[in-house]
C-alpha cells in the first residue's frame, strides 16, 4: 500500500504563549524539518498543513517538493487540518502525476510536535505494510506508548476510511467543514489497530515543560526559554487528551 504524509503544523500553540511549534528547534533542527524527514519514511507526496510556504521557508529548508496548504478557517483544529491535507493529496502535483482512483493508498498523520517521531513512524508503517493483505478491513494503525496512551495523531490510516469520515462530518456539520471537531469524533467508527512505538516516539511539545523534557528550545535563545504560563510547570494542571490538539 502506497503512504503519502500529512503534517499537522498550524495550531495557535497557546500554552507556549503562541510561539509556533514549528519554529522550535531540536539539536539545531526545527521541529518542521524533523517532521518532514520523518514523512520521507513514506516515500509519498508530503503535505504539510499550516504555514504558507513563504512563512515556512526558513523552517523548513527542504530540498524536495513539499505542499504547503491551510486549512479553512485557519486554526480550525487538527479535524479540519486533515480534512485539508486529504483534499491537497487528491490536487495534481508539480513532480507528480495525479493519483489513480483505483489505487487502494494510505496516509500518514503526524503532528509536527513529536521531535521523536521518526522511528516510531517506521515501526507503524512496517506493521501497516505487513497487516494490509492479512486484514484488508482494517482503517489504521496509531501510535501507543509504554504507558498506554494512544497518540492518534503519529499514526497510518487507509485514505478511503479517512475520506469517508471527513465527508460524513461534513455533511453534518451546519458550516460544512470540521472546525473545532474532535480528532476522536473524526476516527470514531473506523476498525484501528494500536502499536506500540519506541520510548519517546509519540512524546510531543504542548508546554514549555515538555519542550525542556526533550531537549527542545525556542529558536531564538541557546536553552529552553522560563514558561509562559506558570500552570504550564505545574503538575496540578488538568491532563489533557491527546485527540483534542
Request: net charge negative; glycine share 8%.
Amino acid at each position: 500500500m502506497p503512504v503519502d504524509a500529512i503534517i499537522l503544523a498550524g495550531g495557535r500553540s497557546s500554552r507556549l504563549g503562541g510561539v509556533a511549534k514549528a519554529s522550535l528547534l531540536h539539536d539545531g533542527r526545527t521541529l518542521l524539518q524533523l517532521a518532514i524527514e520523518a514523512a520521507r519514511l513514506t516515500d509519498g507526496t508530503i503535505v504539510v498543513v499550516g504555514p504558507d510556504a513563504e512563512t515556512a521557508e526558513p523552517v523548513a529548508e527542504t530540498t524536495e517538493p513539499v505542499r504547503f496548504v491551510r486549512e479553512h478557517p485557519a486554526f480550525g483544529g487538527p479535524a479540519a487540518a486533515i480534512a485539508a491535507g486529504l483534499h491537497a493529496l487528491h490536487e495534481p502535483q508539480p513532480t507528480r502525476n495525479l493519483r489513480s482512483p483505483s489505487l487502494s493508498r494510505g496516509v500518514a498523520v503526524l503532528a509536527c510536535d513529536m521531535p521523536g517521531a521518526a522511528p516510531a513512524l517506521a515501526v507503524i508503517l512496517e506493521t501497516a505494510a505487513l497487516a494490509t493483505a492479512q486484514e484488508p478491513d482494517v482503517d489504521g494503525w496509531i501510535a501507543v506508548d509504554a504507558g498506554g496512551r494512544d497518540q492518534p495523531l503519529l499514526g497510518v490510516y487507509r485514505s478511503d476510511a479517512l475520506e469517508r469520515r471527513v465527508a460524513e462530518l461534513q455533511a453534518a456539520q451546519p458550516s460544512g467543514d470540521l472546525t473545532g471537531v474532535a480528532v476522536r469524533h473524526l476516527l470514531s467508527g473506523l476498525d484501528l489497530r494500536r502499536v506500540a512505538v519506541p520510548e519517546g516516539g509519540s512524546a510531543d511539545v504542548d508546554t514549555w515543560a515538555d519542550a525542556a523534557e526533550l531537549g527542545v528550545v525556542a529558536s531564538d535563545t541557546p536553552t529552553t526559554p522560563a514558561p509562559t504560563d506558570p500552570a504550564s510547570t505545574t503538575t496540578s494542571s488538568p491532563p489533557r487528551s491527546p485527540h483534542d490538539r
